[in-house]
Structures are given as C-alpha cells and as structure tokens.
C-alpha cells in the first residue's frame, strides 16, 4: 500500500504539478486507508467514492493541460452539516437522515472551483451540538489516538478523519469550539476564522451569531492554503464581510521577534490537568525563547462564558429548529391524527435528547417574563466579554492559552454530566462569543501518548499573525508529525 493519504496538501500539489503522482492514486491511496480503519474510527456518515474516482480522474485531466490550482485533485472530507448538492446531508440526525440539498454552500462551491476531490461527509454531534461527537444518530466516532476515548466534538468525524489519514484535510464549523477541541484532542490543526471571514451560506444553522466554518488539517501551511480557498465576501450570507483578498501562505514566516503574546491569567485556573498547563507553559517558554515577548493580561468576565453561551446558543437554535416540522423536507411520524400531533410527534422522535434539551433551554430563556432576565441578560454579558479581549490586545498582538482544560475524555465520561460536558469548551467559547479568530495546533502529549492543543488566539481579520505565530511553533518543534498507530 502505498503511503500517499499521509501526506499534506502542499507536499501532494508540488508533486502533482511535477507530475510525479495522479489525483486518481491519491484518491484510491486514502479508500484504501478508509477500507483499513474506518470500522475502527467511524468518522463517516456518507462516503462519495464513485464520485470522487471521477472528480480525480477529470482533476487528472486538467492537470495533464496544465491547469492545476492549490486544491486540484486534492481529497477532502466535509462537515455533515454542509450542504452538498445530490448528496445526503444530515447533520448527524433522524430528523434529516432523508435530506438531499438541491444545492452547494458556497464553501462547497470554492472547493469544487478549485478541482478539490469530494470524498465524503464526516460524523458529528447532531446539529452540532455537543463535545464528544457522542450525540450523533449514526453512533460514535472514536479517537484516532484511543479508540476508547472521544474525538472531541462537534466537528469530532473531521477531526478524526484527518488525524487517521482518512483524507488530506477536512472542513468543519465552529461555534463554541467545534473546530478547536477536536483538533486538540485528536492532534491535528484547526481554525475558527473570525465571524464573517468565511460565507455561512448553505451551513445548516445552530447558532447563527456565533457559527463559522473553519479547516482542520495536518499542519499549519495547510491550514492557511485551505483558508485561502474558503474564505472572502459572500453576498448570499448577510454576516460576510467585503474585505480585500489575502494570501495567507505569505504569513506562513517562523519568526515571532517584535510580537508580544498575551497570557490571560484566568486560563491557567484550579481544575486545568497539569499535564496540559505544563505543556502550553513550555510551548510559551519556547516563543519567549525564540524572541517573542510574553506578559501576563487579564480576561475578568471569562468566568461567565459558559453561562452566557448556553442561553445564547440555545436560544438561536430553538428559533433554527423551528424548521424541522415534518412538513417540508426531512423526517415525518407516520402515525398522527391531526397537524399539531404530527409536529409534536415528528420533533419527539426526530431530535436526540441533547437538542431537545437545548432548544428547550432556549425556548425558556425567550418566553416572555423570562427574555428580560436571561437573553437579553447574557447578550450584555456577552459585550463585556468583547470589551476584554479589546483591552487585552491593547497591550499584546495574541493571546496563547490551552485549547482544553483536559486531553480526551472517555466515551461515556461525561454523557450523563451535561455541566461536565459543556466546561470541556471553557476555553474555547469566549473566541466565539467575541467575533474573534483562533487556532488549536498540537502542543505535545501527556504520559498517555495522548495529543495536548495549544490555541492561538487574534485579533478581527488578524488570521495572519495567528499563522506566523501557530507556523513558527510548528516549525520548532515535531508535534504535528506524529500519527496514531491504528494497525
């Protein structure tokens, strides 16, 4: 077998343009990865082969003309909450286990302008919601590094697919840390954009005020190529931002001499493992060495986050959800004698018991008597959130804290501890809440061989300094270049 799909994008284009290998190898190179241990993993729900042998096989085509661009026969795995024209998309749930876009999100189109090779849609926690990649109706998708541990969530199939070689890079969406925990957890890097970087357009929404798209790949020069791809102006989605185009490979310097990085003191609190304090503060030590300056700053409103993103989130998801009726698309019960039994029914048996809970969390925190004292509550919350970072990098040019508090859990861990489960994105959420961009790349291992994120935090639009900072890292040190022993 040959060991093509344990390349990266940058390393299979210099060798595609020299003609050396075919799209249509690479392509069968990653199935036959998929045939060894997807069983093992289950990052999939939708595999395209037939599809993607012909996609290779006309990106093949135009490379033999000499047209070849940076994603050009190139396989990528896509996020189950994309959608994908023809192709089901179900956002890992019974509601919409039927559903068939009749059309692309943009990001789907950009990677199809590139001549990408489609190969799949990965798994995730049902409409996104959830950390473990537990809550999906398709069952669990296991991490690369322990089969007996979770991938992180929601974004967890992405994750894991490209942690196991199961294709050369993968999109997920972030909402409150989606992109960002997985990688952590399964070793690999991942970006959440700031808000309105990338075109939503075609994202089956959770939260529509906190939701971005985001790559997850093998290192960082990827993580830039493919974000070149994705992002820019979209005006089919309303929250795009019109901003001049940028090339985010030429960030990609290791030099972090004349940038002062933030070290919010409120991250490194009782109840982060040792392990991983240990590993961001020896990542921190190894910048300062380099010629960056460290200083410590202080985010106070953190201690609110969580709460203030579980009224929030929730609340825009029950409003989202309102969709999923039975009506127009998606799943229907068979057996209900009049119209409000049919939605009561269809919604009982088509959502999972971790959206049920939070779009009656939402519900509650929007019915009236209760919108005063919640939402609206937690949106000002949410301002005071924002104002932090903004004093915070007034003083630095990014912030470095730990992506997690804990590596991967185990399955089963916290499924019956929902508070458990939603301070496993402590550190994540606040980026979000803020409209801001960040990056989790791997920072190490714990004694038990398992991955340790480092994240990155930026200022708005400021994705450049995010990837010099995350490639100077990455060149310093070998985190990146370990795989998962799955044979």
């Known amino acids: 077998m040959n060991t093509l799909h344990q390349a990266t994008i940058h390393e299979l284009h210099d060798r595609l343009k020299k003609r050396e290998i075919t799209s249509r190898e690479i392509t069968e190179s990653v199935f036959e990865r998929i045939d060894q241990v997807e069983e093992k993993v289950r990052a999939f729900v939708t595999q395209t082969r037939e599809t993607a042998i012909k996609q290779s096989i006309a990106a093949d085509q135009r490379i033999q003309r000499g047209e070849i661009s940076l994603l050009t026969g190139i396989p990528i795995a896509i996020k189950d909450l994309l959608c994908t024209k023809g192709i089901r998309t179900t956002c890992s749930s019974k509601i919409l286990d039927n559903f068939i876009p009749p059309y692309d999100a943009t990001v789907i189109k950009k990677l199809k302008e590139e001549d990408a090779v ?36 929601s974004s967890g199939g992405s994750a894991a697919c490209v942690s196991a070689d199961e294709c050369i890079a993968a999109l997920g969406s972030d909402t409150g840390g989606s992109i960002r925990q997985p990688a952590a957890f399964c070793g690999i890097v991942g970006l959440k954009p700031t808000y309105g970087a990338v075109s939503r357009y075609g994202l089956v929404a959770f939260a529509s005020s906190l939701d971005q798209i985001g790559p997850m790949t093998k290192d960082v020069e990827d993580c830039a190529l493919l974000f070149n791809i994705i992002s820019g102006y979209d005006p ?53 060495k380099l010629g960056a300056v ?109 992506t997690t508090p804990t590596p991967a859990f185990q399955i089963g861990e916290k499924v019956n501890d929902p ?68 044979l």
Not at 142 to 152: A, K, Y
Not at 305 to 331: H, W
Not at 383 to 399: N, P, S
Not at 419 to 428: E, K, N, P
């Open 118 to 153: 489609l190969i799949g849609k990965t798994n995730l926690d049902e409409f996104a919601m959830g950390s473990s990649t537990e809550n999906s109706c398709f069952g669990v998708t296991r991490n690369p590094w322990d089969l007996g541990r979770v991938p992180g969530g």
């Open 236 to 288: 089919s989605d309303s929250t795009s931002i019109p901003l001049d185009r940028t090339d985010y490979r030429k960030s990609l310097v290791a030099d972090v001499r004349g940038i002062t990085i933030g070290i919010p003191r409120e991250y490194f609190v009782e109840g982060i493992d040792p392990q991983v304090e240990n590993s961001v503060q020896a990542n921190i030590r190894l910048l300062e």
């Open 294 to 402: 460290c200083k410590e700053v202080s985010l106070p409103h953190t201690e609110y986050a969580v709460s203030v993103y579980y009224l929030i989130a929730p609340a825009e998801a029950s409003s989202n959800l309102a969709r999923y009726d039975g009506v127009k698309y998606g799943y229907r019960c068979k057996d209900s004698e009049n119209l409000r039994e049919m939605y009561r029914i269809t919604r009982k048996q088509g959502f999972g018991a971790e959206v049920k809970r939070r779009i009656m969390l939402g519900t509650y925190a929007l019915s009236a008597g209760y919108y005063d004292a919640y939402y609206k509550k937690a949106s000002q919350v949410r301002t005071l959130i924002g104002k932090d970072f903004e004093e915070a990098f007034k003083e630095c040019h990014v912030l470095i804290t730990p």
């Open 419 to 486: 508070l458990g489960m939603y301070l496993s994105d402590i550190f994540t959420i606040p980026v979000n809440l803020a409209g801001l961009p960040g990056i989790s790349l791997p920072g190490g291992f714990n004694k038990d061989g398992l991955p340790i994120g480092i994240q990155i935090i930026g200022k708005h639009f400021e994705e450049e300094r995010l990837l010099q900072v995350a490639y100077t890292l990455e060149k310093n040190t070998d985190h990146h270049q370990k795989k998962p022993n799955l």
